[in-house]
């Protein structure tokens, strides 16, 4: 199965930098996996207790501040160990509202997002906002581990909202909808790094299900998607590669153009996919062309 090969590549990636000793674990948090790859940036592997696939965390640490982007599943002390990492301030930035990015809000007291995502974030701040993602204990975990419930401040901001790390290092918001309606990334100035959460995945990018209703729901489409893949394209001169949400790290920027490929293909003609795609209880279809990847519902086209 085509994603299957494409979890493979970011499988072997953890293997390799295991072996090349890029990868530790803290006595703070021994359940997140710390891997350093490029200087200023710690991505912390956020193990998948069932729903959804490991997700990343990544923290970019300037000379004045650090933000993390995304909170995982919200096991284990994710605080303090982004406080072991890192002695600056910390602010917290969540892709997109998902459950596997932003269960881990509850250790701090004010996370961003795009405000497009913020009323489904809201949605789900609640002691039982979790159990769609996280059960009370698993393979790796005791109810212990599962940070427990409180509210936190939630700070929406558009597109072109910037973090300051300091030393003209900065972190700009970049709206890539399609996935969820606030889907985003940061765009980090000096690392030239995209940290593109789930908006562009080689494993793929999901824009998967029912289409939902309400608003800001036009953004969540293919066609949505490939206008907001387009007006990053005119940027591809910023960036040198992708850090996303799941699977691999440092996964080079070709992956927009051959995205807006894929998503050409799919408006052309839905039929046409290379794979079929089982999920829970949902059923979709995959088209790929080079590094662009997309698990799609036609309904969403």
């Not at 959804?52 to 000379?63: F, S």
């Not at 269960?103 to 996370?111: D, E, K």
């Not at 494993?203 to 299900?209: A, K, S």
Request: charge should be negative.
């Amino acid at each position: 199965m085509i994603i299957e090969k494409q979890s493979q590549m970011g499988k072997d990636q953890l293997v390799r930098l295991r072996a090349e000793g890029k990868a530790a674990r803290y006595d703070c948090d021994p359940l997140a996996e710390v891997f350093s790859v490029t200087d200023g940036v710690y991505s912390i592997l956020s193990k998948s207790p069932g729903m959804g696939g490991d997700a990343w965390m990544h923290l970019v640490i300037g000379t004045e501040r650090a933000v993390l982007i995304d909170t995982g599943f919200g096991i284990g002390d994710l605080k303090a160990l982004a406080e072991t990492l890192t002695d600056k301030p910390i602010d917290v930035f969540n892709t997109h509202f998902h459950g596997d990015h932003t269960l881990g809000n509850v250790q701090f007291p004010r996370v961003y997002i795009h405000r497009y995502d913020e009323a489904p974030l809201q949605a789900m701040m609640t002691p039982d906002g979790g159990n769609g993602f996280v059960p009370k204990s698993g393979s790796y975990f005791t109810e212990a581990d599962v940070m427990p419930f409180h509210p936190y401040e939630i700070v929406p901001v558009e597109a072109g909202f910037t973090f300051d790390l300091g030393d003209g290092e900065t972190l700009e918001v970049v709206h890539v909808p399609g996935h969820s309606a606030g889907c985003a990334g940061l765009l980090d100035n000096k690392k030239r790094i995209l940290f593109s959460g789930d908006s562009i995945c080689s494993t793929p990018t999901f824009i998967f299900g029912q289409l939902p209703e309400g608003e800001y729901s036009e953004y969540m489409t293919i066609r949505a998607y490939k206008a907001g893949l387009e007006k990053l394209s005119e940027r591809l001169d910023e960036f040198d590669s992708l850090y996303p949400g799941h699977a691999l790290l440092g996964t080079p920027k070709e992956i927009v153009g051959d995205t807006i490929k894929v998503c050409d293909a799919i408006i052309e003609n839905p039929d046409n996919y290379d794979d079929v795609l089982h999920f829970g209880e949902r059923s979709g279809f995959v088209r790929k062309i080079g590094w662009g990847s997309i698990a799609f519902s036609k309904e969403r086209v």
